[in-house]
């Protein structure tokens, strides 16, 4: 089982950064999932990157692939596909997907949510590293902007 708060890690692609939260809301969508207690890490932990990295020391690179691929696979079966869906099938998170393309986890994040204009270049990178073809690429940010906007 893939533990929870890894769960809000790939969902929403971060934590909150208050500490007086005594859980982890995730959304998704119009759902809202309530996923365990936060106490231990905000004590734990100085940062979220900090945290990930503690994870990736104990337990190896492949444990937040595995968990990002899981999320795909449970919270985006139904969903059409998307960008972020097909970065989450390979195991990725939106600064892997940002350091393979060249550009940054910012503009991946922008990109994911329809509200980044996406240039050639961009489209063929995307392409590429997300093995599908460029004209997929280009119909699915087209389509998550139709939607942002």
């Keep these: ?3 929870l708060l890894i769960l809000s890690l790939n969902v929403s692609g971060g934590l909150t950064t208050d500490c007086n939260h005594t859980d982890r809301f995730v959304s998704y969508g119009a759902k809202t999932y309530v996923l365990g207690e936060s106490t231990e890490l905000c004590t734990n932990s100085s940062s979220v990157d900090d945290f990930i990295a ?3 020391q104990d337990y190896g690179d492949d444990f937040l692939a595995d968990g990002r691929k899981w999320v795909a696979e449970s919270f985006y079966r139904d969903e059409p596909l998307s960008i972020a869906k097909l970065r989450l099938r ?5 600064a892997q997907l940002a350091n393979e393309v060249g550009t940054t986890q910012a503009q991946i994040s922008k990109i994911e949510r329809g509200v980044q204009n996406v240039g050639i270049d961009t489209i063929t990178q995307l392409a590429s590293v997300l093995e599908v073809s460029p004209a997929e690429v280009f119909n699915l940010v087209y389509a998550q902007r139709s939607v942002a906007t």
């Design 1 to 3: 089982m893939i533990p």
């Design 54 to 56: 503690e994870l990736e």
């Design 90 to 94: 390979k195991g990725w998170s939106q």
